[in-house]
């Protein structure tokens, strides 16, 4: 797969030792590192972020089955509609290796593991929570918005005790139609039935991201990342 270099937002681009923390936030199906730029923009604003780096990734570009095979960015195919009965495998854990490489650049750069967190969004956010809870080294946490624990048979047999105790924050729009509530219900529910700290939100809104959500969104950085 060919990556293009992440889009990188903080308000010390020029000198990289004021930078303690970073988050790795991932887009969802068809978008781009772009797509959530104006979010961190945002949230760069609150000087309790000054000293935080962003990282947004782009996912490669390949053809989507459940999208008649049309090409786009993707973290991995989707063969049909939700609920899920098949999934790619092998196309999720390749982009798990690549996280995991964006996550050794930060540790590389001097950032602690434990200031490190990842974020996505949909398809993005499944990602980063397979990742994150996989991950051999203590994370800050997970955003994890509009989205679901993918590969949810593998997870016991594959989870580090590392992340154990890693705060999740999980959001979701009550008005879904893309991933359904109950969906994203039912990876909570199994988050917590492991013993997961799991922050749950619920929004009147759609497959989307509202203002509230980003007020909560930054309340629960301040909290992880403190």
Known sequence: MRYLAPLELSLHTSDHSKINASIIWLHGLGADGHDFAPVVEHILKNPIFNHTRFILP???????????????????????????????????KQSQAYINTLIQNEISRGISSERILLAGFSQGGAIALHTALRHPQKLAGVLALSTYLPLQPLFSREISTANANTPIFMAHGIFDDIISLEMAAKSRDLLQNCQYSVNWHEYNMAHSVCEQEIVDIQSFLKQVLS
């Not at 989507?64 to 196309?91: F, H, K, L």
């Open 58 to 92: 782009h996912a490669p570009e390949m053809a989507v089955t459940r999208n008649n095979g049309y090409v786009m960015p993707a973290w991995y195919d989707i063969y049909g509609n939700i609920p899920i009965t098949q999934e790619d495998e092998s196309g999720i």
